[in-house]
Structures are given as structure tokens and as C-alpha cells.
């Protein structure tokens, strides 16, 4: 769904304001969930959205349009795994319940991808029971592709290198991954 669970958003809010990004990348921002949060909290961060399913754009309001300012700055509609590498130099990179939409190893990829590309920060967050989905509002990404155990995530954002934080709920794992 273009939504997303309330819970480890605390936690992610308080790693937000701990590091206090310039440049994010919101990856698969459905309906701007994590702009809406984050941005309150910092003024001046340029914001870019990477969203695949272009109803998406238009029905949340993500873009800067004559008519009305958007969540984000700059928005690319598009496959993230297809993305330009440029799209994840930033301070931040958000994978915010996105991962589970694509296969394991193409997510793995794309983690990897992001780190080699120079992102200093990566937020993702993932359910870690099993929450079986298909196609939601016509759109076929909204399909789970890949159920995420925790452990398994960990070993992902450990093998990144830097540092990881993680806060494991009943329902979502996040972690927040460094470059040091």
C-alpha cells in the first residue's frame, strides 16, 4: 500500500534529527510518508522522490506543479533499480517499506548499489512478520515479492560496512545505516 505503518517512524524521526540530512532520496515514497514527517523537522533539505507507479505522483501530490507546491523538489518516475546512480549520492536514502516489492537479491543489489554510489545515510524499513500482499489500486508493485526476517536484513546492512542501527517492532524491523 502507498501507506505505511506508525511504528519505528519515533525512531526514525529521532535518527532524522540526529544527522539532520542536506539531500534526501525517498525511494518508492507511495504517499510522501517520510517527507511529511521529516521535513517539519529541517528546513532547507532538497528532496527527491523515485517513484515508480506514476498514479502516484499526481494522487499524493509529490511534485511541484503550477497549481500547488509538492513534497518533493524533484520527482523521477521510475524503476529505482533502474535509477541513475546520482539519485542516491545523498545524505539520505530512503528504503521506507519498499524492499519487500522487489526480489531479495535485486534488493540486495540495490543496497549495495546505493552505498557504492555514495549515499552517507540509508533508512530502510521492512515488515518482519508475514504480511503477504498483491496488487493494490491497480498497481502491480504493490505486490510483496520477498518476506524479510530480521536476522536477515541485519546480515545485509552489517555486510554494507559502516555502522547500523536497528529497532525491531512486532510488525516493521528499520535500520539506519552510517558510512563511517
Do not use: C
Not at 56 to 76: C, P, Q, S, W
Amino acid at each position: 500500500m502507498p501507506t505505511s505503518d506508525a511504528e519505528g517512524k519515533d525512531w526514525s524521526l529521532d535518527w532524522f534529527r540526529y544527522h539532520l540530512p542536506n539531500t534526501v532520496t525517498d525511494v518508492g515514497p507511495g504517499e510522501g510518508t517520510y517527507a511529511k514527517l521529516f521535513r517539519p523537522v529541517h528546513h532547507g533539505v532538497w528532496w527527491t522522490a523515485v517513484e515508480i507507479f506514476k498514479p502516484y505522483i499526481r494522487r499524493f501530490g509529490l511534485k511541484n506543479t503550477a497549481k500547488r507546491t509538492g513534497m518533493y523538489d524533484e520527482v523521477h518516475n521510475l524503476d529505482a533499480r533502474e535509477a541513475p546512480d546520482h539519485l542516491f549520492h545523498r545524505d539520505l536514502v530512503i528504503f521506507g517499506d519498499l524492499l519487500e516489492h522487489v526480489e531479495r537479491d535485486d534488493a540486495v543489489a540495490l543496497l549495495e548499489r546505493t552505498v557504492a554510489a555514495g549515499a552517507w545515510n540509508i533508512l530502510v524499513s521492512v515488515p518482519i512478520v508475514d504480511s503477504p500482499q498483491g496488487e493494490v489500486d491497480g498497481n502491480p508493485h504493490e505486490a510483496h515479492l520477498h518476506q524479510w526476517d530480521a536476522d536477515d536484513m541485519d546480515a545485509v546492512m552489517a555486510a554494507l560496512g559502516g555502522r547500523v542501527e536497528t529497532m525491531r517492532g512486532s510488525t516493521l524491523g528499520v535500520w539506519w545505516w552510517m558510512r563511517t
